[in-house]
C-alpha cells in the first residue's frame, strides 16, 4: 500500500480521460433522448462494452487499484456525463459487488463474468434487498429462502422493490431470510440464474430522475436454486446462523454484519463519487453559463450574488471528493471507518449534489427551469443520492452510532 496522495498516477489520469471522452461524446449527446425515452439505453451500454468500458476486467482493475481511487475516479467521470446512462452502465456492480463481500472464489469466478456478458451479447445483473415494506428497515424484510433437503435447493418466496435492472437482468442476486428469528443477522444471499422458473418483473417504476436506468420490481414465487447458489455456502452460514443464536441467548448482538449491509458499506463511497460527477457537471455549466450570459450590459458573474454561489458550489464540491477519496482509501489499505468516513463521503457528497444542481438552475433562471438546459435533468436526477443505498438520515444515524456508541433510534 501507497502513501496517500492527492495526485492521480500518468495511469489514472490516462484511465480518467479515456472515461471522459466516452462521456462527452456518447453518453451527454444522448442524455436527454434517454431521460424522455425512459427506457435503458442498450445501444450506450453496448458501445461502452466495445472499448471495455462495460466489462469485468475493466472494472476489477479499478476496484484492485492499490490507491483505491479507480472506482471513485470511474464513478465521477461516468456520472459527470449523465446519471441515468451511467447507472444502467455501472448497476451491475452493485450485483457484482454482492457477490464479492459474500461469495465464495468459485462462486464469483462462476457468476460475476455472467452478469456482463461480453461486447457481441451484453448482459445486466441486479441487486434486488429492498421490499415494499423494508427499505432502511432490513430487519422487516419478508422474502424467506428454504432449504429443501430432497432436492438439495433453496426455495425463495417474496417481492423485491427498487431493484435496478430488476427483471431484466441475466442474473439476480436476492436477499432473503433464513433464519426470523435472528431478525436482520438471519439474512443470506442467493444467486438466481438465468431463466430460472417463477422469477419475474413486477411494476417498473417511472421516475422523478436516472430515467434512463431501469427500476422495478422483482417477483419470486417458488423460486428454486440449486444449493450452491447460497453465497458463501451451505455450511458458512449454518456456523455464522449457530453463532448468532449464542450470541442472542447471551445477550450479545449476534454475529457479523447481514449480506445487504455488508453489500452497501462496500459501495457507499462509490455513491458518494457519483454524486460529485452529478454536481461538478451542473457546477461546470453554470460557470459557462454565468460567464457568456450578459445582463445590464456585464456577465452575470460579474455580480457577487452569483460568483459567490459559484464559489461555494465548487469548495462544496472539492470537499465532497475528499470525503469520498478518504473513504476509498481507508478501505483499500484495510483501515476500518471508525468514524463511519464510508456513510460521512455518502451523505456529504448527496447532500451537496442536490444543493449545487439547485443552485445551477437559480443561476440560469428561466432557462435553468426548462428542460432545453441540462441542469433541469441534473437535479432531478441528483434526488437519488440522498435516498438510494441508505437515505441521508440512515447515514447520520450510522454516524452517529459510530460516534457516540449509543443504540440511537
Not at 423460486?223 to 450470541?247: I, T
Not at 450574488?305 to 464559489?311: D, E, N
Not at 477519496?325 to 451537496?352: C, D, N, Q, V
Amino acid at each position: 500500500m501507497g502513501d496517500f496522495t492527492l495526485d492521480l498516477n500518468d495511469d489514472q489520469r490516462s484511465v480518467r480521460d479515456w472515461i471522459h471522452g466516452f462521456a462527452a461524446d456518447v453518453m451527454r449527446p444522448a442524455a436527454a433522448e434517454w431521460d424522455e425515452r425512459e427506457e435503458t439505453p442498450w445501444p450506450i451500454i453496448q458501445e461502452a462494452a466495445k472499448i471495455g468500458l462495460y466489462s469485468l476486467d475493466f472494472y476489477a482493475q479499478q476496484f484492485f487499484d492499490p490507491t483505491g481511487l479507480g472506482i471513485p475516479m470511474t464513478m465521477e467521470e461516468l456520472f459527470w456525463g449523465d446519471a441515468g446512462i451511467a447507472l444502467s452502465i455501472v448497476g451491475t456492480g452493485l450485483a457484482a459487488v454482492g457477490v464479492l463481500a459474500n461469495g465464495t472464489e468459485e462462486q464469483i469466478g462462476t457468476w460475476v463474468p455472467q452478469m456482463y456478458g461480453d461486447a457481441a451479447d451484453v448482459k445486466v445483473a441486479a441487486f434486488c434487498s429492498s421490499e415494499p415494506d423494508a427499505g432502511s428497515d432490513v430487519g422487516a424484510m419478508r422474502t424467506r429462502a428454504v432449504y429443501d433437503e430432497a432436492t438439495g435447493e433453496w426455495v425463495l418466496n417474496g417481492t423485491k422493490t427498487w431493484a435496478t435492472n430488476g427483471g431484466i437482468a441475466n442474473v439476480h442476486v436476492v436477499v432473503a431470510v433464513v433464519d426470523p428469528e435472528l431478525g436482520t443477522r438471519g439474512h443470506a444471499s442467493f444467486i438466481v440464474p438465468p431463466g430460472t422458473p417463477g422469477l419475474s418483473q413486477g411494476q417498473k417504476f417511472k421516475k422523478h430522475g436516472i430515467r434512463a436506468s431501469h427500476t422495478a420490481e422483482v417477483v419470486l414465487e417458488d423460486v428454486r436454486v440449486p444449493g450452491d447458489c447460497l453465497l458463501g455456502g451451505k455450511d458458512k452460514l449454518d456456523e455464522r446462523l449457530a453463532r448468532a443464536h449464542e450470541r442472542a441467548k447471551s445477550g450479545g448482538a449476534g454475529g457479523s454484519k447481514n449480506a445487504a449491509m455488508a453489500t452497501f458499506e462496500a459501495s457507499r463511497p462509490a455513491v458518494g463519487a457519483m454524486a460529485v460527477g452529478t454536481a461538478r457537471a451542473a457546477y461546470e455549466y453554470a460557470l459557462e453559463y454565468a460567464t457568456g450570459r450578459e445582463q445590464f450590459g456585464r456577465p452575470i458573474i460579474d455580480n457577487q450574488g452569483v460568483a459567490f454561489q459559484l464559489a461555494d458550489m465548487r469548495t462544496q464540491i472539492d470537499a465532497a471528493r475528499l470525503l469520498v477519496w478518504r473513504a476509498s482509501w481507508m478501505a483499500t489499505a484495510g483501515k476500518p471507518f471508525t468514524s463511519a468516513e464510508g456513510s460521512m463521503s455518502k451523505l456529504f457528497a448527496s447532500e451537496t449534489a442536490k444543493k449545487v444542481t439547485a443552485q445551477a438552475i437559480q443561476i440560469l433562471g428561466g432557462n435553468g427551469y426548462t428542460r432545453e438546459y441540462p441542469v433541469e435533468r441534473m437535479h432531478r436526477d441528483s434526488a437519488i443520492y440522498t435516498i438510494f443505498e441508505g437515505t441521508s438520515e440512515i447515514q447520520r444515524l450510522v454516524i452517529a452510532r459510530t460516534l457516540s456508541g449509543v443504540p440511537i433510534r
